[in-house]
């Protein structure tokens, strides 16, 4: 009998007019991705406790989830690999968005002016994708880049100086390396498991191993076996008890 595959609303991917605003995710993984979280959780290699990412066992991503994700990510990263730097289209995209830059107050230049000011631009825009440099531009033409690193409102009758506006489009990209990010976590988190009693005779070894410690005993304090420390952990911390 033939399975039958679950199936799942898809990952929007960006709008090719405006990829800096990303599409919201559905609900599904908006739900993975909210419920991943860090838990001290014993590590399979090390047979130590360490903090891992974690998600209850009935979050965990199906296959059919994973490879939506990952689709996207690829998808995301193609986007972000979209740079000057890169290829001669996206430098060409880039250098067509600086020159409006041109039509502000002050920026009227001679055409060997302008070919020297854009390469400058392009020189600290190369690793930055082109379609953040644009969405930055309009941004800034629309005097809607927020302040500048000292907190105060930004000059728009003048173009923002090579750094500005990489800061500006960095931050318009930002929104696509974060979701990355917050995906990655998704295929990287492991099922949970609840070692809190285990964690709380550890606490309570370590408060017993003190009270030994303390009486200057250090004989006693080798000797000392795991469970015997448990022990008097739990009469050290009244409130402490292990199962």
């Known amino acids: 009998m033939a399975t039958k595959l679950a199936l799942i609303d898809p990952i929007k991917p960006p709008d090719p007019r405006r990829p800096a605003t990303l599409p919201s995710l559905p609900a599904w993984a908006e739900r993975l991705s909210g419920a991943v979280r860090l838990e001290l959780q014993i590590d399979p290699e090390t047979k130590s406790f360490s903090e891992m990412l974690v998600l209850p066992a009935d979050l965990l991503p199906t296959y059919h989830q994973r490879q939506a994700i990952m689709f996207h990510m690829d998808s995301l990263c193609s986007w972000l690999r979209q740079t000057p730097a890169a290829d001669e289209r996206w430098e060409t995209k880039a250098a067509t968005s600086i020159a409006k830059l041109t039509v502000l107050a002050g920026e009227k230049r001679s055409e060997l002016g302008t070919d020297a ?127």
């Open 117 to 243: 000011w854009s390469e400058v631009y392009l020189d600290v825009l190369d690793d930055v994708p082109h379609w953040a440099v644009e969405a930055a531009i309009r941004l800034w033409f629309k005097h809607d880049c927020g302040t500048d690193e000292r907190g105060k409102p930004h000059d728009y009758k003048w173009a923002p100086d090579p750094g500005m506006l990489r800061k500006i489009a960095q931050r318009e990209a930002f929104g696509m390396s974060a979701r990355i990010g917050s995906l990655q976590r998704v295929l990287e988190a492991r099922e949970y498991i609840d070692y809190s009693e285990q964690l709380a005779a550890g606490r309570a070894a370590m408060a017993g191993l003190s009270v030994t410690l303390k009486t200057g005993n250090l004989d006693a304090a080798l000797a000392l076996s795991f469970d015997e420390a448990v022990k008097l952990g739990e009469k050290s911390i009244p409130t402490m008890r292990v199962e």
